[in-house]
């Protein structure tokens, strides 16, 4: 499955941005997907991930609260909703899929998106 993201952007702190991450096929509805977010000279980092069938979500700490993960297997969509966005949010934002259940490890997802940039400053 190919993963194409959208929706990054410049943004000040305590904005919302709204990404999208749409895949090229139906097998979406068969993985369970995941956002991840690396910043520069940083490792990569995970931020969210939801179920195959949706409803089982899992969020970092440090975007609890303020980020909600959604994903319309119909559209082949998978959505972050970013609010309360903080300087430390600034990174490149990147879709990916798994087969199985949910994980907040990189090495465990199958398929990668090429990131889309999302900056957060005054």
């Known amino acids: 499955v190919q993963l194409v993201e959208s929706g990054g952007g410049s943004v000040q702190p305590g904005g919302s941005l709204r990404l999208s991450c749409v895949a090229s096929?139906?097998?979406?509805?068969?993985?369970?997907m995941g956002w991840f977010h690396q910043a520069p000279g940083k490792e990569r980092e995970f931020v969210a991930s939801?179920?195959?069938?949706?409803?089982?979500?899992s969020y970092a700490d440090s975007v609890k609260g303020r980020f909600t993960i959604t994903r319309n297997n119909a559209k082949n969509t998978l959505n972050l909703q970013m609010n309360s966005l903080k300087p430390e949010d600034t990174a490149v934002y990147s879709c990916?899929?798994?087969?199985?259940?949910?994980?907040?490890?990189?090495?465990?997802?199958?398929?990668w998106g090429q990131g889309t940039q999302v900056i957060v400053s005054a």
């Open positions: 990916a899929a798994r087969f199985g259940g949910i994980s907040n490890i990189d090495l465990e997802y199958n398929y």
């Open positions: 096929d139906d097998t979406f509805s068969s993985y369970s």
């Open positions: 939801i179920r195959w069938r949706g409803g089982t979500t």
